[in-house]
């Protein structure tokens, strides 16, 4: 949503696409898990007095609605792309089926997965570690927002937060660092499969993760070993 407090801001929107087109030259498969708390979130909904389950499909609906979005200005700039989703819409999108994932993959088409899990009181980040699991991922990328990686504190409030650039899952556990839900480092784990934390508002920062630049931080196994 960029600068405004609702909704897509179409200068954002863009510069996400074009992060995916420049990653997309390097011959890597991309399968994209989408949120939607620039639209709706299940917590908000529960503030306003909801069923915290109804709150979390409004909430996953917003996942689909980016989604589509996405789909379509990866499109303009000629990136063939599927969206599936995990609640049923036939008429706009594929269900999700892990098997045909892997296909579009192989096939060099750009995977978005919208819906989370379509499980209410499950969070973005766990479905995205579930469809890592499932697809085979060998890495795990975790967007944020103006944080460059995991700290020992939070450094919006710390200016004497330390950046931590590796850390096992163990130790992103014992050390309760809250930077993602704790099922979402179990099912990782579980799988072997690392996750990098990073700023998604620097500038080409997937493209420099696959060439194996340093950028934020590492959880789990080192990249390639």
């Given at each position: 949503m960029g600068s405004q407090n609702?909704?897509?801001?179409?200068?954002?929107?863009?510069?996400i696409a074009n992060e995916i087109v420049l990653a997309l030259k390097h011959?890597?498969?991309?399968?994209?898990?989408?949120?939607g708390g620039n639209i709706f979130r299940g917590v908000q909904g529960s503030s306003w007095g909801m069923d915290k389950a109804a709150a979390d499909y409004?909430?996953?609906l917003a996942t689909i609605m980016n989604s589509l979005i996405l789909q379509g200005?990866?499109?303009?700039?000629?990136?063939?792309?599927r969206v599936q989703t995990s609640i049923a819409m036939p008429s706009i999108a594929e269900p999700f089926i892990r098997l045909r994932s892997i296909r579009h993959l192989e096939k060099g088409r750009v995977l978005i997965l919208g819906g989370g899990t379509g499980n209410p009181h499950v969070t973005t980040d766990t479905a995205a570690a579930l469809r890592a699991a499932e697809i085979k991922a060998d890495v795990v990328l975790m967007a944020k927002n103006r944080i460059d990686g995991i700290y020992d504190s939070d450094p919006r409030t710390n200016e004497n937060a330390r950046?931590?650039?590796q850390i096992s899952f163990e130790g992103l556990i014992k050390q309760g660092l809250k930077v993602m839900d704790p099922s979402c480092v179990s099912l990782c784990q579980e799988n072997n499969i690392?996750?990098?934390?990073?700023?998604?508002?620097?500038?080409?920062?997937?493209?420099?993760?696959i060439l194996g630049d340093k950028i934020g931080t590492i959880v789990g196994a080192k990249l390639g070993g």
């Open positions: 609702f909704g897509i801001d179409p200068v954002v929107i863009d510069r011959k890597v498969q991309i399968a994209i898990v989408v949120g409004v909430g996953m200005v990866l499109n303009n700039k000629g990136i063939v792309t950046k931590i650039h690392p996750i990098v934390v990073f700023d998604f508002d620097r500038s080409g920062s997937i493209e420099q993760i």
